[in-house]
């Protein structure tokens, strides 16, 4: 019986350690071997000043997607902006919350708090690849966003387009993985355009900093009578905190 991603993500304790001391060194390993570090420091660290040009791109309240430790989310909210983080592991969102953010444990293939109402989505630090499937994923992300919605991706740093089984390994002690593998999608800014094509997406930008690649992706349907998207409301009747169990929190 197979693992299912977010249960094999959530559930791979080097990505918690490194979470908790905020240090790497950790990866994403396929299964022939190849391995992708993963930048924990940075995602432990504050915004920096590539992510805070980011930041200020965003529209309406912010959806991150895979929201790690939080320090978008933590940002966003210190701007005053309606801001929501949603990540698998139970770290993360523990560690979001003790940055003054708020943030639910769930996958983004679940039910969500203000869907259709979102300003702008992020999938930041590769997050792109959650799923394995990235038009599956651009689909969610539509239903997600309010008519004309922004979506912020960051796409990697060469040209590729592949999908593979990966496991959360610790560099520290002969890549020890105590998680399940799950699919993931590597896609550089040419892949993600041509997916977001296919799925009816007009791209409104692209740019390069510190190393880094974005894109920015709008839906192409637009309703003058579409509700503001900034209202507290989006988030205001959810907990946003640790859930018991393994099991996402529930709306209410």
């Known amino acids: 019986m ?21 240090r790497g060194p950790l990866f994403l390993r396929r299964t022939d071997g190849w391995l992708l570090p993963l930048e924990v420091e940075r995602w ?4 920096d000043p590539v992510d ?11 959806l991150d997607v895979g929201c790690g430790p939080g ?20 770290a993360a969102v523990d560690h979001t919350v003790r940055l003054g953010g708020q943030a639910l444990r769930r996958s983004v293939f679940e039910p969500l708090p203000g869907e259709g109402r979102w300003g702008t989505v992020l999938l930041m630090d590769g997050n792109i690849g959650i799923g394995g499937d990235p038009r599956a994923l651009l689909d969610r992300v539509a239903r997600l966003l309010r008519p004309g919605g922004l979506l912020i991706a960051e796409t990697a740093a060469v040209d590729v387009d592949e999908l593979a089984e990966v496991q959360v390994v610790d560099g520290t ?5 105590s998680g399940g593998a799950f ?19 007009r791209t409104v930008g692209q740019w390069t900093a510190g190393g880094r690649r974005f894109v920015a992706l709008r839906t192409r349907s637009a309703r003058s009578s579409a509700e503001p998207p900034n209202s507290r409301a989006l988030i205001s009747s959810q907990r946003a905190g640790k859930p018991s169990g393994d099991r996402p929190v529930a709306d209410r």
Do not use: F, M
Not at 44 to 47: G, P
Not at 52 to 62: K, N, P, S, Y
Not at 173 to 177: A, E, K, N, R, V
């Open 2 to 22: 197979s693992t299912s991603p977010a249960v094999a993500w959530a559930g791979a304790d080097p990505y918690a350690a490194a979470l908790r001391t905020g």
């Open 183 to 201: 699919p993931w999608a590597r896609l550089g800014t040419p892949a993600l355009l041509r997916y977001a094509g296919r799925a009816r997406w």
């Open 52 to 62: 805070q040009a980011v930041l200020d791109r965003c529209e309406g309240a912010v």
């Open 173 to 177: 002690d002969g890549g020890t993985s």
């Open 71 to 90: 320090r978008l989310v933590a940002e966003l909210a210190v701007r005053g902006r309606t801001v929501l983080g949603i990540d698998v592991s139970e």
């Open 44 to 47: 432990c660290a504050r915004a």
